[in-house]
């Protein structure tokens, strides 16, 4: 994959205002107290954020449990109370995000908040300027009207880093394929694939690259890495 942008002091020592009937500005300071120690604990819980990037091979659920024995992401990641920020199918690869922090999982998930997701996607046939122009004007699905995406044809010098994929692909012989990156602003069931074939250019393979301005860089299938406390407090700016 091309190059791309690729996680303490200790909180400091609180002391609660003892205990008493007194009303400070209209409030009891036992309320005083339990608002004080919430923010303490929030302070504390921000200062351990934990944010992992970890390249999903395909076939790999995006969950840490599954009662089919099928590979989940606790087959790979081992860092504890962390939950990825978002979905990716299992038949899809590519940057997951994953954190304990609730509001940052939120951000990157939620459609409204409008954080950008780029795919790389192979699609069978030679993409043409047509299809291209039905992308980014937004195309009618079934559960809707999509957004304008982005998208670029990819030149066979920007995805030969690309790994092989496990099992490789189905390929018609005679038949050409295409790579396009293609950003998204929402998050539609499996919209990229309804996507390209509503333009009859279907899916043969999906790697995501990029999470708003996060990247998977030069990860590879299987691999994870945390954010600095920098990038970290970054990303939540």
């Not at 996507?195 to 690259?209: D, E, K, S």
């Amino acid at each position: 994959m091309p190059t791309q942008p690729n996680p303490r002091k200790k909180s400091s020592s609180f002391k609660p205002a003892k205990r008493t009937s007194k009303s400070v500005f209209g409030r009891r300071s036992s309320q005083l107290n339990k608002t004080a120690k919430t923010h303490s604990e929030t302070k504390k819980l921000n200062e351990e954020t934990k944010v992992i990037l970890f390249n999903k091979p395909y076939d790999v659920l995006t969950q840490f449990t599954d009662d089919q024995n099928r590979k989940t992401l606790k087959d790979f990641v081992d860092v504890p109370n962390v939950y990825a920020a978002g979905r990716l199918d299992k038949d899809s690869e590519g940057l997951l995000v994953l954190t304990n922090d609730g509001q940052l999982q939120h951000k990157l998930a939620n459609p409204d908040k409008k954080q950008g997701k780029t795919y790389w996607v192979q699609v069978e046939g030679e993409f043409s300027q047509d299809a291209k122009y039905e992308l980014t004007k937004g195309v009618k699905l079934k559960d809707g009207l999509t957004k304008p995406a982005k998208v670029e044809i990819l030149q066979p010098d920007q995805v030969e880093s690309i790994w092989a994929r496990v099992p490789p692909i189905r390929e018609r012989k005679n038949i050409p394929t295409t790579w396009i990156a293609l950003t998204i602003f929402e998050g539609k069931n499996r919209q990229v694939r309804r996507m390209t074939a509503h333009v009859g250019f279907p899916t043969l393979r999906l790697i995501r690259v990029k999470v708003s301005q996060l990247n998977l860089g030069d990860l590879k299938p299987g691999e994870y890495k945390a954010l600095s406390n920098d990038e970290v407090e970054e990303l939540n700016k």
